[in-house]
């Protein structure tokens, strides 16, 4: 998450070699269906990083922006690798947007050298630090999973666009109004469903310490299997402390996400008498046919399925 030597050297090269040939060969280096279609589109240009606040941004954009994503649906973003097809495409943009936080180190490397303007969405969240592992004291970049946080993403994605496109101000500015009420009802929902739940139990396990945020807008507390972007993750010992903190803190439910294994917490699960809930999503949006298609879906999908794990809602359905 916060960077490879040799790959940033690597990267550093592609950079020079994509930009010199965005610059001399124009659309023209881009395949053929891309650059007409783009051409004949005519609107303004916003790259994201990745597909959640691609998302985000194209529903405060509505029609105006021309709003794509730099990795595609199902991606695990800490690791990516740009294609030189991205850096293409981050050449022609005429506005960049990441989430920032150390997430995207592989998209640091080159965004300083684009013409375009840069936008951190993250810019004013109270962040929350890593409390292990090898990244332990940065900040955790996970902000959007927080309804509160994602409001701040939003009126950030607001202002980006006014700049970017001033004379439909006013429409990106009534759209991140409807969009930041929605997300609300959603971590209003979520406080709401958990408010009886017994204080000792109040408790989020994931296999990744990736629900911080969400964590600090429920008033749970938060235990995982490993860290950010650990590179030990589910080791013996990890196992062992989780299933100590489910038994003895008597959290009924445990839940892992959707890009890793979830044979580690299923064991945690069956060994310290609880039941495994569910998966989550974080990083990444699915296809649009499938079960997260968009960010509102993403969070509405966590809460119920938190909501449902902690209060018992799960098993008496299947009872």
């Known amino acids: ?28 280096a881009r395949p053929q269906s891309e650059a007409t279609s783009a051409a004949q589109d005519g609107r303004p240009v916003v790259l994201a990083t990745f597909t959640v606040i691609a998302d985000m941004a194209g529903v405060v954009a509505g029609d105006h922006l021309r709003v794509e994503s730099v990795t595609k649906a199902g991606a695990e973003i800490h690791g990516y690798e740009p294609t030189p097809d991205d850096l293409r495409r ?4 005429d506005l960049v947007l990441d989430n ?15 013409d375009a303007p840069h936008v951190t969405l993250s810019g004013g969240v109270e962040t929350i630090p890593i409390t292990g592992g090898e990244a332990k004291g940065h900040a ?3 902000a959007w999973m927080s309804p509160a946080a994602a409001q701040v993403y939003v009126a950030n994605i607001a202002d980006a666009f006014a700049a970017l496109d001033p004379e439909h101000a006013d429409d990106y500015r009534a759209n991140a109004a409807s969009y930041s009420a929605q997300i609300a009802a959603l971590g209003d ?12 139990r109040r408790a989020l396990v994931t296999c990744e310490g990736a629900f911080s945020y969400l964590a600090r807008d429920a008033g749970l507390a938060e235990a995982w299997l490993w860290p950010v972007n650990s590179e030990r993750q589910g080791t013996p010992q990890q196992v062992a402390a989780t299933i100590d903190f489910v038994r003895d803190n008597r959290v009924p439910a445990v839940f892992c996400e959707s890009t890793v294994s979830s044979t580690a917490q299923e064991q945690v699960a069956d060994e310290a008498g609880a039941r495994f809930a569910g998966v989550l999503y974080v990083d990444s949006l699915s296809e649009p046919d499938g079960p997260v298609p968009t960010y509102l879906d993403l969070l509405a999908h966590d809460v119920r399925t938190i909501v449902a794990g902690l209060t018992g809602a799960d098993e008496a359905a299947g009872s």
């Open 189 to 200: 929902e979520l406080e709401r469903e958990l408010a009886s739940l017994d204080p000792a």
């Open 1 to 28: 998450m916060f960077g490879v030597p040799n790959f940033s050297l690597r990267l550093g090269a592609a950079v020079c070699a994509v930009l010199l040939l965005a610059g001399c060969a124009g659309a023209g």
């Open 140 to 142: 955790n970049p996970h």
């Open 90 to 93: 981050a050449a022609r943009a």
């Open 100 to 114: 920032g936080l150390g997430l995207e180190a592989w998209f640091d490397k080159f965004v300083d050298r684009l």
